[in-house]
């Protein structure tokens, strides 16, 4: 790893080296080219969105239900879009099985969100979503309390303290 200067951030940015090579690049492509994909068939309400997410990612009910912390009468809901997710159950799921920015923006718009980025809890929430992608809902959790989020605005978890 090496750490690069940022002009616009204190202290420095961690960069890895590894980026410049070929198999790297690539992998940026395929992810690129995975996510666009997903994001493509996402323009659809939200339980259909969902099933194309639950669908693309090999997401069963029993997986959502462990790793989102909802009953599985809220996955069928939310599967034949009757009543709406809320904020936190969306990043939640967001977080959880690892939906990249974009596509969670889409799923937030079909659920009739938005991020409102004067609002403290949903600014972490976008950055759990921008900044700490690929961490578990646990530390995110850990994240959420070290910024003084209120324990009823911390994310479903259902492994963690």
Not at 111 to 128: E, N, V
Not at 152 to 160: F, I, M, V
Request: charged fraction near 25%.
């Amino acid at each position: 790893m090496v750490y690069f200067p940022h002009k616009y951030m204190k202290g420095v940015v961690l960069m890895s080296t590894a980026i410049m090579t070929k198999a790297s690049l690539q992998e940026f492509k395929d992810k690129f080219e995975e996510n666009f994909k997903l994001s493509k068939k996402n323009n659809k309400n939200f339980g259909r969105m969902f099933q194309t997410i639950l669908e693309e990612k090999n997401i069963t009910k029993e997986d959502f239900i462990q790793e989102v912390g909802l009953s599985g009468k809220t996955f069928d809901r939310y599967l034949n879009n009757i009543g709406d997710p809320s904020l936190k159950s969306i990043i939640t799921f967001a977080v959880a099985f690892k939906l990249d920015m974009l596509n969670v923006i889409t799923l937030l718009r079909a659920g009739g969100y938005g991020i409102d980025f004067t609002d403290r809890t949903q600014y972490a929430y976008s950055y759990l979503i921008t900044d700490c992608f690929g961490m578990s809902v646990t530390e995110c959790n850990k994240i959420l309390r070290e910024l003084g989020i209120a324990e009823k605005d911390l994310l479903n978890d259902t492994w963690g303290v």
